[in-house]
C-alpha cells in the first residue's frame, strides 16, 4: 500500500482500471475507509440520499455478474473486471431528498419532483462514488466506475433484496491492479481547457 498522497497526485494518478489481482483482497480498514469517505460526500439539504451495497464475497460477487451480464459478455472488455475483490454498487434514494425538502426549514410544503432543476439524488450519489475513486488511488488500488444496463436492475434488486425506491447509479469495482490495457478511448487525448472553460462570457 503506498502512503497518502498529495492530492493532486491523487487527481493525476486516477483513472479507470479494469484488471485486478483476484489473489489480493481489499484489507478491511481500506474497505472502511471507502466507505467512510464516500459518506463524506456533499450532499443537497445534507440529504444523504445514497446507499452503499458491499460486495466481498466470492459467491456474492458471481451472483452479481451473473445478473448483471450476458453470457459470454464477461469473457470479453469484463474479463479483467470479474478478477475485481471488492465491488460496491452505489444508489441514490430520491425520496430522501422529496421529504428533506418539504421540512419547514427549506420552505417548501410538499415533495413536487418538478421543483428539482436536476436529479441531485443521482449526482450526489455519483460524487460518493468519485470519493471512493479518488481514495482508492489514494491507498494504492485500482478502481473502475461503470453503470448497470436497465434490463439487469429488476434481476439485481431480486438478487440482493435491494428495496424499488433505492436505484443504482454505477458500480465501483476495487482491487491491487494488474498489467491491463488502456481503453482506446483515451486516444482522443484530453480536451483542452480553451474548449471547455468560458470566462466571463461563453
Known amino acids: 500500500m503506498l502512503g497518502a498522497m498529495e492530492f493532486s497526485e491523487v487527481v493525476r494518478r486516477r483513472r479507470m482500471v479494469r484488471a485486478y489481482d483476484p489473489s489480493r483482497p481489499v484489507p ?12 463524506h460526500a456533499p450532499s443537497a439539504g445534507f440529504s444523504q440520499g445514497w446507499g452503499f451495497l458491499v460486495l466481498e464475497a466470492g459467491a456474492d460477487r458471481d451472483l452479481f455478474w451473473s445478473v448483471t451480464t450476458e453470457e459470454g459478455e464477461a469473457d470479453s472488455w469484463l474479463s479483467g473486471m470479474t478478477d475485481a475483490p471488492l465491488l460496491i454498487v452505489c444508489f441514490s434514494h430520491k425520496a430522501a431528498y422529496l421529504d428533506r425538502y418539504a421540512e419547514p426549514d427549506k420552505g417548501w410544503t410538499d415533495r413536487d419532483e418538478n421543483r428539482w432543476p436536476v436529479p ?4 450526489d450519489t455519483g460524487m460518493a ?19 448497470i444496463p436497465p434490463e439487469f436492475i429488476p434481476p439485481l434488486r431480486d438478487a440482493f433484496g435491494v428495496p ?19 481503453s482506446p478511448s483515451l486516444r482522443r487525448g484530453r480536451r483542452g481547457a480553451d474548449e471547455v ?6
Open 164 to 182: 424499488d425506491t433505492f436505484s443504482p447509479i454505477g458500480v465501483v469495482s476495487v482491487g491491487y491492479r494488474r498489467a491491463d490495457q488502456a
Open 28 to 39: 478491511p480498514g481500506i474497505r472502511d475507509k471507502l466507505l467512510a469517505n464516500a459518506r
Open 129 to 147: 462514488a468519485l470519493m471512493i475513486l479518488q481514495t482508492a488511488v489514494d491507498q494504492g488500488l485500482g478502481a473502475c466506475f461503470f453503470g
Open 120 to 123: 441531485y439524488w443521482d449526482i
Open 197 to 202: 472553460v468560458h470566462h466571463g462570457r461563453w
